[in-house]
């Protein structure tokens, strides 16, 4: 099934899906070169890393002001000021000659990008409505999860071709500023803001709190965060539990990490197809409920004699597929809330998924690797707190009807 038909003759799905995939290009098309990066900079490895920190952080906090700045002044204003300092940002990592500086320069890239970030899923309401959104959301997860597995190899690869790390950057800067190019050619159509509210720090928090005192967008954002939480604690154990128990080689780790990736895309294509026959938060509930089996079959598994590629490769499927079904529409859910406000509704929806994922970052760093019954258990927790709070969303949204 194609996409959704366009509202505008210009503000399209395909463009959408690729401004979307800068912030997650920009997060770790460098990541393989982190070596080399150590080498050339004569830092720690522990500097290097804290490059990704500092963007993930700042990409995360950052975007509580980019929505409700855009429902003001308009999306294209945002946007392109977002975009612009993300380039700068971009040129600064691009010839960084220290840690320090490299460092600042992906503070600038993550403040530019939380804007990249939140607006698509904005502007995606602002232009095709409710029910259509949904649909679009789904294409826009399915952009992400492509750029997510793609970056890393595409940074790899040219600096296998190069020796060179700061390439990454110049195509990164070249892309985004094809972006800022077709966002200009598109400006008439996102230019008007949507609301006339106080702007500033006490504008802001006034729309905040106006959307989470309404439960079925609050529970919807704080189920995704859950999910965040257990997508990220997964991918930061697997690697460490297929070495620890199985002795999988690098190569072997990213081949069952894929499957992550081909879950989702599989769940997305049948989304996009049943969407219309279905209440999204009945879709919702049911991929949470997916999810759910994974960490009972990661348990059980374990406790068997199965290979890593039964005993990982399974779980990690459930829990990419039940997540395909439930983020898109979750996504769809909180930022239609309020289409006056559908940029600060996109903002809480990150800041609840970047905050809560990190979280699961931690959480997974306290367990042990020996067993997968740690993080089992953690998943259990995360996908059982998911399904609660989008069961009591879809409770409340029943009884405001």
Same mark, same amino acid.
């Given at each position: 099934?194609?996409?959704?038909?366009?509202?505008?003759?210009?503000?399209?799905?395909?463009?959408?899906?690729?401004?979307?995939?800068?912030?997650?290009?920009?997060?770790?098309?460098?990541?393989?070169?982190?070596?080399?990066? &150590?080498?050339?900079?004569?830092?720690?490895?522990?500097?290097?890393?804290?490059?990704?920190?500092?963007?993930?952080?700042?990409?995360?906090?950052?975007?509580?002001?980019?929505?409700?700045?855009?429902?003001?002044?308009?999306?294209?204003?945002?946007?392109?000021?977002?975009?612009?300092?993300?380039?700068?940002?971009?040129?600064?990592?691009?010839?960084?000659?220290?840690?320090? &500086?490299?460092?600042?320069?992906?503070?600038?890239?993550?403040?530019?990008?939380?804007?990249?970030?939140?607006?698509?899923?904005?502007?995606?309401?602002?232009?095709?409505?409710?029910?259509?959104?949904?649909?679009?959301?789904?294409?826009?997860?399915?952009?992400?999860?492509?750029?997510?597995?793609?970056?890393?190899?595409?940074?790899?690869?040219?600096?296998?071709?190069?020796?060179?790390?700061?390439?990454?950057?110049?195509?990164?800067?070249?892309?985004?500023?094809?972006?800022?190019?077709?966002?200009?050619?598109?400006?008439?159509?996102?230019?008007?803001?949507?609301?006339?509210?106080?702007?500033?720090?006490?504008?802001?928090?006034?729309?905040?709190?106006?959307?989470?005192?309404?439960?079925?967008?609050?529970?919807?954002?704080?189920? !995704?965060?859950?999910?965040?939480?257990?997508?990220?604690?997964?991918?930061?154990?697997?690697?460490?539990?297929?070495?620890?128990?199985?002795?999988?080689? &690098?190569?072997?780790?990213? &081949?069952?990490?894929?499957?992550?990736?081909?879950?989702?895309?599989?769940?997305?294509?049948?989304?996009?197809?049943?969407?219309?026959?279905?209440?999204?938060?009945?879709?919702?509930?049911?991929?949470?409920?997916?999810?759910?089996?994974?960490?009972?079959?990661?348990?059980?598994?374990?406790?068997?004699?199965?290979?890593?590629?039964?005993?990982?490769?399974?779980?990690?499927?459930?829990?990419?597929? !039940?997540?395909?079904?439930?983020?898109?529409?979750?996504?769809?859910?909180?930022?239609?809330?309020?289409?006056?406000?559908?940029?600060?509704?996109?903002?809480?929806?990150?800041?609840?998924?970047?905050?809560?994922?990190?979280?699961?970052?931690?959480?997974?760093?306290?367990?042990?690797?020996?067993?997968?019954?740690?993080?089992?258990?953690?998943?259990?927790?995360?996908?059982?707190?998911?399904?609660?709070?989008?069961?009591?969303?879809?409770?409340?949204?029943?009884?405001?009807?």
């Amino acid at each position: 099934m194609s996409p959704p038909a366009t509202a505008t003759p210009t503000v399209t799905v395909p463009y959408l899906m690729v401004a979307t995939m800068v912030s997650v290009v920009a997060a770790t098309i460098y990541v393989p070169s982190l070596p080399s990066i &150590v080498a050339d900079l004569g830092t720690s490895p522990t500097l290097a890393q804290f490059s990704l920190t500092a963007f993930v952080l700042t990409f995360g906090i950052v975007q509580l002001w980019h929505g409700p700045a855009s429902d003001r002044l308009g999306r294209y204003r945002v946007l392109a000021g977002s975009l612009v300092v993300f380039i700068v940002g971009t040129a600064v990592c691009a010839v960084a000659p220290s840690i320090e &500086v490299l460092i600042v320069g992906r503070m600038l890239q993550g403040l530019g990008a939380a804007g990249v970030g939140v607006l698509p899923r904005a502007i995606a309401r602002d232009q095709f409505g409710h029910e259509a959104s949904a649909r679009v959301f789904t294409y826009l997860s399915m952009a992400a999860s492509a750029a997510a597995t793609a970056s890393p190899v595409i940074g790899g690869g040219l600096e296998g071709l190069t020796g060179s790390w700061r390439l990454s950057f110049v195509l990164l800067g070249l892309f985004a500023a094809w972006v800022l190019f077709l966002s200009a050619r598109r400006a008439p159509f996102l230019a008007a803001g949507s609301i006339e509210r106080p702007a500033g720090l006490r504008g802001y928090i006034a729309d905040y709190w106006s959307l989470m005192r309404r439960a079925p967008f609050a529970f919807n954002v704080i189920g !995704g965060g859950f999910l965040r939480t257990g997508f990220y604690a997964f991918i930061v154990s697997v690697p460490f539990v297929l070495t620890n128990m199985y002795g999988t080689s &690098v190569a072997g780790v990213g &081949v069952i990490m894929m499957t992550l990736t081909g879950a989702f895309l599989g769940a997305y294509f049948i989304v996009v197809r049943i969407a219309h026959r279905f209440r999204p938060d009945t879709l919702v509930v049911a991929g949470t409920a997916i999810s759910m089996l994974s960490p009972v079959a990661l348990a059980l598994l374990t406790l068997t004699d199965a290979g890593p590629v039964v005993a990982v490769s399974l779980p990690v499927a459930l829990f990419g597929f !039940g997540n395909g079904f439930a983020i898109p529409m979750a996504n769809a859910l909180a930022v239609g809330a309020n289409p006056r406000m559908a940029g600060a509704g996109s903002s809480l929806l990150g800041f609840w998924a970047y905050t809560m994922g990190a979280g699961g970052t931690v959480a997974a760093g306290l367990l042990t690797h020996d067993t997968a019954l740690p993080l089992a258990i953690l998943l259990a927790i995360a996908t059982t707190g998911a399904l609660a709070c989008f069961v009591v969303a879809r409770i409340a949204a029943l009884r405001s009807i």
